[in-house]
């Protein structure tokens, strides 16, 4: 990451109050977002969660087909670029075009309703940021306040999403990777507080949609269940390289359609409406799924709860190499789940919420490289203890160790999730 030019810092008290209107906008924002996408699923949707093989109905092949041409359309009328950056790629950029909010909403909440397996968190990171660049470029377009604003601006955002307002801008720091002396009070103190406030905004509007979402049952804690702990981490590094593998192979496939948006929306959308006949569980972000498949995990069985898995990974790979937009994470959650689901089943003795929790965090933190962030949203999650989250964050970092001596001998690609943007490649 190239250095910033020195210039005067936001003065502390001037950059609080800016960290409270980027809270604030992007409390009233997501609220707004999120019940929008909620109502359009309901109003175009049947109510249908059924886990089975091939149990789809003719709305799972129609919706997601008609959802991808409407958005290969939007970027033939709209003249868009092939592919939205993702909010890495914009955190390491240190600016959002605030131009080009509207249109990533758009086609974001065409994508969701539609069936497309992404999730809400980067349309909300492209909105938060952009809103963080516009307010910073209104004061004269100095490149460090708006790295500093838009960061903020995406950390408000994370914050209010993932009803934490640590763990989000966490997420944004992990991301953004600047190891500044002074980052705490440059970009984290301010993230917390925009986050702090745009969730007290959400959360009597939306509630909190992912504190508790799996409301496992906490263990008594044992000691060798750190031991356990590692022996996840290592299921999710394998979780991840096959969901980094499924993502550059499908996305790939979708290159030579890139200057013919509406046949490359119009082949994703075949896409993910083929495979979520094959398992409807695995359409959409995963956030109504995952209590389906917990629910009925034990007459699902071990191999569709692998299938659910790798499928899911493949309709993300779809969903983004077709122009749908969206985030990786929330459908990353659900790989985990379901890998995590299933080593329960293999091995009985290690408890439900230490199997799902542990997984589930390891493969975001080796396929995103977020560690801390996992590790803390997904306690959260499962309303877990703090002994299980002691567990949990074990298993992250082993994750992310075993990813990082992979990287030293190969190549990202080959055992990521290129999550910067959504051309994955090598």
């Known amino acids: 990451m190239s250095e910033s030019p020195a210039s005067p810092p936001l003065p502390f008290a001037g950059l609080m109050w800016r960290s409270v209107a980027l809270g604030v906008f992007t409390g009233v924002f997501g609220a707004i977002y999120l019940i929008l996408i909620e109502e359009g699923t309901h109003a175009i949707w049947p109510e249908w969660a059924d886990p089975d093989w091939f149990s789809g109905t003719w709305p799972v092949l129609?919706?997601?087909?008609?959802?991808?041409?409407?958005?290969?359309?939007?970027?033939?009328?709209?003249s868009l670029p092939s592919r939205f950056p993702g909010f890495i790629e914009e955190l390491e950029e240190g600016r959002v075009e605030p131009t080009t909010m509207p249109s990533v909403v758009l086609v974001a909440i065409v994508s969701l309703i539609g069936g497309a397996s992404v999730g809400p968190e980067a349309p909300m990171g492209t909105a938060g940021g952009g809103a963080g660049t516009w307010l910073s470029e209104r004061m004269g377009k100095d490149e460090e306040r708006t790295r500093q604003l838009s960061f903020v601006g995406i950390s408000g955002a994370f914050g209010g999403l993932l009803s934490t307002p640590i763990g989000g801008p966490l997420m944004a720091y992990e991301l953004e990777h600047d190891q500044s002396t002074d980052y705490y009070f440059r970009h984290l103190v301010p993230g917390v507080v925009a986050g702090a406030v745009a969730f007290g905004i959400m959360w009597p509007i939306v509630g909190a949609p992912f504190d508790g979402l799996l409301?496992?049952?906490?263990?008594?804690?044992?000691?060798?269940?750190?031991?356990?702990a590692v022996g996840l981490g290592v299921v999710g590094v394998i979780g991840a390289m096959v969901v980094g593998k499924l993502l550059v192979l499908t996305t790939r496939l979708f290159e030579p359609l890139t200057e013919r948006p509406i046949v490359r929306g119009l082949v994703g959308g075949i896409g993910v409406a083929l495979i979520g006949w094959t398992l409807p569980l695995t359409l959409f972000s995963g956030q109504t799924s995952i209590p389906v498949v917990l629910e009925d995990f034990e007459a699902i069985g071990i191999a569709t709860l692998i299938a659910l898995g790798i499928l899911k990974a493949l309709a993300l790979g779809v969903s983004l190499g077709s122009g749908m937009f969206g985030g990786p994470i929330f459908p990353m959650f659900f790989v985990g789940t379901s890998f995590g689901l299933a080593v329960h089943l293999a091995i009985p003795d290690i408890p439900l919420a230490l199997a799902v929790g542990a997984v589930m965090a390891a493969v975001g933190a080796a396929a995103a490289l977020l560690p801390l962030s996992m590790a803390v949203i997904v306690t959260v999650m499962i309303s877990g203890s703090y002994e299980i989250f002691g567990a949990i964050a074990l298993a992250t970092m082993t994750a992310f160790a075993l990813r990082y001596l992979l990287m030293k001998r190969n190549q990202p690609s080959d055992v990521a999730v290129s999550m910067a943007t959504h051309d994955q490649g090598d």
């Open 62 to 78: 129609v919706i997601p087909i008609a959802a991808g041409l409407i958005v290969g359309i939007l970027y033939k009328v709209l």
């Open 215 to 228: 409301a496992l049952e906490q263990p008594d804690f044992k000691s060798w269940m750190l031991l356990a």
